[in-house]
């Protein structure tokens, strides 16, 4: 059996876990143990991240070609004709070998009986495919759920086709250099060398001084010095966050539900020598990775693993000067990147994280020095979860002011101002969707 029909193979059983048993998409392709040294690594993570990317369409075209559903016991060679149409419509391998390795596949994953069957529908598509006159239904044609649809369209009316679009659209590497080890503008040309590209073909300077955006994404093996902590990846966008909250502020600094710790390493990299850094997550292997960041980046902060809500187990009673609150979301504003985040949310989900969300805000208000500041983030793009949030939250707390988050001006020019803060959608200069929104304690 080729490698190329194992690896089909594989990604059909990754693609069917995830919108068939709702496991998360990284999850999926941890537990199927691919060689990490695998030479067709790279097409197997195309074709599940893709397959996953474009499935209501795909979906849409196996339709046409069978006459009634396939069984539920069968999914996996569901979703493996999913993957091989994926294969024909956006990669460039030659549509006979997808068609001859999907269908080796399907005997590769037991399912000897239902060879023939793949390689019918296979054929039938290349037959017919380009004389096919299609009505879609929305979601095949914007491949998103249509609960989410729904939900762009109520709450960005003018921009939802753009969101949907970018969603669909790999999201470009970026990253964080820590100039107290390097300047930005050394960093990249460090990266240029050892890739033997120019500047211009290897990426650019973002808006803020200390983010690069590379052309074509590369493995953290082949960035100079990451061992050594001279820059860690981190979309432009997360990385406003810490440029808000600072701002010319410093002192005791609490950054909650803070794994994996991109923004606890962004604060430490840019905080004076009167500042310190506590962070806090609920989930102990998480807060694991944060440390792990932090020794990489030869960096230290209180690193605590705790329920945020139970303070009386881990707050020391000392007041913090600034909050940096990412709050637990729906990510829709990062579908780009993790795909699958379509498949598992619900509607019924962003109700839960509304409370959650308010929950969180409340107490860790109680935690606040008057005169001090607590950012707001999430990466999502959704009202309920960021602009009603702070408007709960507002209308219940006197000492509450929002106030203007003072932005690097090109940023600002690009972010939507909302009634409560700021959004910047997804695929703007080729970040991510992130909400911030800044809340200043009034001194009584």
């Known amino acids: 059996m080729s490698n190329g029909v194992k690896i089909r193979a594989k990604a059909a059983v990754v693609i069917d876990q995830v919108t068939q048993k709702g496991r998360s998409l990284d999850r999926a392709i941890e537990v199927i143990g691919l060689d990490k040294n695998s030479k067709q690594k790279s097409l197997f993570m195309a074709i599940c991240y893709g397959a996953i990317r474009h499935y209501w369409e795909l979906q849409a075209d196996l339709n046409r070609y069978i006459s009634r559903p396939i069984k539920k016991k069968d999914s996996v060679i569901e979703n493996l004709i999913v993957s091989g149409l994926f294969q024909i419509k956006y990669t460039r391998i030659p549509a006979h070998a997808v068609v001859v390795q999907t269908v080796e596949a399907a005997k590769d994953l037991k399912k000897h009986n239902l060879s023939a069957f793949v390689n019918a529908v296979l054929r039938k598509y290349l037959r017919t495919s380009n004389s096919a006159n299609m009505v879609l239904e929305d979601q095949a044609i914007y491949n998103h759920p249509q609960w989410l649809l729904d939900q762009f369209r109520e709450d960005w009316p003018d921009h939802w086709q753009e969101i949907c679009k970018n969603n669909n659209i790999q999201g470009p590497m970026w990253l964080r250099v820590n100039r107290k080890k390097i300047e930005t503008k050394k960093y990249l040309s460090k990266i240029a060398e050892s890739l033997n590209k120019s500047l211009e073909e290897t990426g650019y300077i973002g808006d803020l001084d200390h983010s690069i955006c590379l052309n074509d994404p ?16 981190q979309d432009g966008a997360a990385q ?14 609490l950054d909650a539900c803070a794994a994996p710790g991109g923004k606890t390493g962004h604060l430490l990299e840019i905080i004076d020598s009167n500042s310190s850094v506590t962070a806090i997550d609920i989930d102990p292997k998480r807060t694991e990775i944060i440390n792990d960041n ?25 007041l913090y000067d600034l909050i940096l609150l990412d709050a637990p979301c729906s990510s829709t504003g990062v579908i780009r990147r993790h795909p699958d985040i379509k498949h598992l949310k ?56 929002q106030k203007n988050l003072l932005l690097n001006n090109n940023i600002n020019d690009v972010m939507h101002k909302t009634d409560y803060g700021c959004q910047l959608l997804p695929g703007t200069k080729g970040m991510d969707g992130f909400y911030f929104s800044l809340l200043k304690k009034a001194v009584l």
């Open 218 to 233: 590369i493995s953290v093996d082949l960035l100079p010095n990451f061992e050594k902590g001279f820059v860690s990846v």
């Open 240 to 253: 406003i966050a810490a440029e808000i909250l600072l701002n010319g502020r410093n002192g005791k600094i």
């Open 294 to 318: 932090l020794m990489r980046l030869d960096l230290s902060a209180n690193v605590i693993s705790a329920n945020i809500l139970d303070t009386k187990k881990w707050w020391n009673s000392e």
């Open 346 to 401: 619900r509607k019924e989900d962003i109700d839960s994280l509304n409370n959650t969300q308010s929950r969180i805000l409340n107490s860790l208000w109680n935690l606040l020095a008057p005169g001090g500041y607590l950012l707001y983030v999430t990466c999502s793009i959704l009202k309920k979860e960021n602009d009603l949030v702070i408007k709960y939250f507002l209308n219940r707390n006197t000492t509450a002011i």
